[in-house]
């Protein structure tokens, strides 16, 4: 079974910094895309970050960018989401995502991801 695991949410104060991880299998972290998203209460899950293999470039939504950066790991299969600059809007459950058939024509759209983990959640407090 296909797995995508996060850790690393936690509480934090306004203006401070959580990093997450996402480890999964060499078979999905070899996907043509990996991504994060998020989902608030009572809203869209929504893009945050985006890498693509082979030098395809990686993305991230406005709203985080210049706080947020997306890497990769390879020796060790993993995701990573640095998070800096936390603002009580970024409070959220945390997913990651891997899109294992194609490289997404739109990154920020769910329905190119095939594989999820099961989120990790991230409260800011003002």
């Known amino acids: 079974q296909v797995q995508m695991v996060e850790s690393g949410g936690g509480l934090v104060q306004a203006g401070g910094s959580l990093r997450l991880s996402c480890t999964t299998s060499s078979y999905t972290y070899g996907s043509y895309c990996l991504a994060w998203f998020r989902q608030a209460p009572g809203k869209e899950r929504e893009g945050v970050a985006a890498v693509y293999i082979g030098g395809g470039g990686t993305y991230y939504a406005d709203s985080v960018k210049g706080r947020f950066t997306v890497s990769r790991d390879n020796a060790k299969n993993t995701l990573s989401l640095q998070m800096n600059g936390l603002k009580p809007v970024d409070t959220a459950i945390y997913y990651c995502?891997?899109?294992?058939?194609?490289?997404?024509?739109?990154?920020?759209?769910?329905?190119?991801?095939?594989?999820w983990g099961q989120g990790t959640q991230v409260t800011v407090s003002s």
């Open positions: 995502a891997a899109a294992t058939y194609g490289a997404p024509y739109n990154w920020r759209a769910e329905g190119e991801y095939d594989v």
